[in-house]
């Protein structure tokens, strides 16, 4: 398994590893910063660097087909290191903070707006999620304008951890339908903002709802007779 870093700590931008494999999937670490693909929110990007100097464009990250097994996906005609090969991995950060500030967003949209969450997308600036909310009119300004009253509010997020037989005892901490929370190692990581929102959420996400920026919504779509579809933008 690889040891996942972001989990604990979203803001790490680089950290030491050893490469364990390298294979036609891609390239596994022991320990890893890049987020893989998953919970609509993109794969991080960024640049395995070798001890000689030489680096290894990343262009995804995938979760693999072992559990707890990572992907560090390279570009096309880069230098493959070796099993056991040290190596020091960075992140593009400032994607990743867009997606960590998009991601907080949608945390409060789904706070502001009461409704089964049926599925959402994380972008680079922007997102959106859908709402199972039938005969149900939603009023764009409204809904911007208390997203954006609780990112002024500047509320702390933290995280917290329960057990998987604590996560069975609480389906109300799952709220998006269509993603589950990552499970497998025991236990499963919840995001709470006090007062706002406490949902079980692998992502990763701002410290301070301030940090993500005025927010605009941007459309609301009817897709079908029960979905609405709430899309949101970084303003800044």
């Not at 030489?54 to 072992?66: L, M, N, S």
């Not at 056991?84 to 907080?104: C, E, K, L, N, Y």
């Not at 959106?128 to 911007?144: Q, S, V």
């Amino acid at each position: 398994m690889t040891e996942e870093l972001f989990r604990d700590d979203a803001y790490l931008k680089s950290c030491e590893a050893t490469v364990t494999k390298v294979d036609e999937l891609g390239i596994r670490l022991d320990r890893t910063i890049f987020y893989p693909m998953g919970g609509g929110q993109p794969g991080d990007t960024g640049t395995l660097t070798l001890a000689d100097g030489r680096a290894i464009r990343i262009a995804d990250t995938r979760k693999g087909p072992d559990a707890g097994e990572i992907l560090h996906i390279p570009a096309a005609d880069q230098p493959k290191p070796e099993a056991g090969a040290r190596i020091t991995a960075a992140i593009d950060w400032v994607r990743r903070h867009r997606h960590m500030r998009v991601h907080t967003s949608l945390h409060l949209l789904s706070a502001v707006i009461v409704g089964s969450v049926t599925g959402g997308q994380i972008g680079d600036g922007k997102g959106r999620l859908d709402f199972d909310l039938p005969d149900t009119a939603l009023d764009k300004d409204a809904i911007e304008a208390k997203v954006n009253a609780l990112i002024q509010a500047d509320h702390k997020t933290g995280t917290q951890w329960i057990t998987d037989a604590e996560m069975d005892q609480r389906p109300d901490l799952v709220k998006t339908m269509s993603v589950k929370p990552p499970r497998g190692a025991g236990r499963v990581r919840l995001l709470e903002i006090p007062g706002v929102d406490l949902q079980a959420c692998g992502g990763t996400h701002v410290a301070r709802t301030g940090e993500i920026g005025k927010i605009a919504v941007t459309k609301i779509e009817n897709k079908g007779r029960h979905n609405r579809r709430v899309n949101v933008a970084l303003a800044e």
